[in-house]
């Protein structure tokens, strides 16, 4: 669709600048004719000795000539008169001249001049020569950059039109992202306070006996207001904290060790103690959970998982995740991050866009497939400012 407007556009333009080619062509042709009408009028006029009773016709040609300019030299390079040059009748002779001058060289670069020559009546030997400068009338100078004109102003236009658009466009994803985010960090805070009330109920119940069950479901209550957390962090501007990145990633770590299988190891290398970065640590956690949860999925049970952290340059810190997983197939690394885009029967296809929503939109970094092979793994990089 993008490229049959786009070359409608092409057909457009080029049909537009052929057109005016065509008709400044036109009138150039139409120029040079009436330049050469008047050269031999002039001729005429000499050889004829018949300046006063010059035929009203040819009078009619060189009186209406008023739009070519041109400047009349005699066979020593005297200017003897013009035409059509705008000069005030106040200006000193100098002024003039310098003007004139000015013109003429712009006229010997135009065209080649015409010629008007004396000849002798009987032997046709020429006795005395004029030329004709001339150049083009300010309508056709007009239209030669017409259809450049034109076409930049339909240009700005078109850039204009589809900057509006595509930020209109824009701006309703980023309100479907934050309402849906709002919406449902609100809906689930009612339900979990009420949990939270249960919890402490059953906690000085004496009926209940097993103390446990009651500690578990308020782990997993806790989990929900991480949740509800995150969820509310998206739907607002997250504010970003200098925070100890290992420390973070180790919370995660921690966090998922119990839930995924024993047979995939999953290991923090920081290059540098300490190192900090600017972040939101409920949506920098969610990223890396989703990073991390596609490596499992990648690896059917079994393989190795790596986080390194490493000092970029400027202030920037990089965290890779790599995995030992089955890799991305070439052609669809580009899609990765696409909205819906999933290779899996049950996915969603919605981490890695959410993933790069947080890392690019909220902190002002980048998250991208550093590499990936087919059968061996892949790493995935974000970049962060410190
Ligand atoms: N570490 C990885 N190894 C192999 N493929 C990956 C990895 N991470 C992401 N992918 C590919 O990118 C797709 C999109 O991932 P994601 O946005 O998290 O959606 P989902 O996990 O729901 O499929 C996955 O379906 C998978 O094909
Ligand atoms: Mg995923």
Same mark, same amino acid.
């Given at each position: 669709m993008k490229w049959i407007v786009l070359l409608i556009a092409a057909v457009i333009s080029a049909a537009s600048i052929y057109y005016t080619d065509y008709l400044v062509n036109k009138l150039k042709e139409r120029e040079i004719k009436s330049i050469e009408v008047f050269a031999s009028s002039m001729e005429y006029t000499i050889e004829n000795d018949v300046s006063d009773q010059l035929p009203s016709v040819i009078r009619e040609i060189i009186v209406n000539n008023d739009e070519i300019p041109l400047i009349y030299v005699n066979s020593n390079d005297e200017i003897e008169s013009w035409r059509n040059i705008e000069i005030d009748k106040n200006w000193s002779e100098e002024k003039k001249q310098n003007l004139l001058r000015k013109e003429l060289e712009i006229m010997k670069d135009a065209y080649a001049p015409k010629h008007v020559f004396d000849r002798d009546?009987?032997?046709?030997?020429?006795?005395d020569f004029w030329f004709i400068y001339y150049r083009n009338s300010f309508l056709l100078t007009q239209l030669t950059y017409y259809p450049i004109i034109q076409l930049a102003i339909i240009g700005v236009f078109g850039l204009i039109v589809y900057f509006i658009f595509s930020y209109s466009k824009t701006a309703e994803q980023n309100r479907v992202w934050v309402g849906l985010a709002k919406e449902t960090a609100h809906q689930l805070g009612t339900p979990i306070s009420s949990l939270m009330a249960w919890v402490e109920y059953f906690r000085e119940d004496? !009926?209940?006996?097993?103390?446990g069950v009651v500690e578990e479901i308020n782990k997993d209550i806790k989990k929900l207001q991480l949740i509800t957390e995150r969820f509310s962090n998206i739907g607002s501007t997250p504010v970003l904290k200098e925070e100890k990145i290992e420390e973070i990633i180790n919370n995660v770590v921690e966090y998922l060790k119990p839930r995924i299988s024993t047979k995939i190891n999953i290991e923090v290398i920081s290059i540098s103690d300490g190192v900090r970065a600017n972040l939101n640590a409920p949506l920098f956690e969610w990223v890396l959970e989703n990073l991390c949860k596609n490596s499992v999925d990648a690896m059917a049970g079994i393989g190795n998982i790596q986080i390194k952290i490493l000092h970029g340059s400027d202030y920037r810190v990089f965290i890779d995740v790599s995995d030992t997983g089955k890799g991305i197939a070439k052609s669809k690394i580009k899609h990765?991050?696409?909205?819906?885009?999933?290779?899996?029967?049950? !996915?969603?296809?919605?981490g890695l866009t959410l993933a790069k929503r947080i890392i690019e939109?909220?902190?002002?970094g980048k998250i991208f497939v550093k590499s990936s092979e087919e059968n061996e793994g892949t790493t995935f990089r974000i970049v962060l400012n410190s």
């Open positions: 009546e009987q032997t046709g030997e020429i006795l004496p !009926g209940v006996k097993n103390k990765v991050f696409n909205p819906g885009f999933s290779t899996k029967k049950r !996915g969603w296809g919605l939109t909220y902190h002002k």
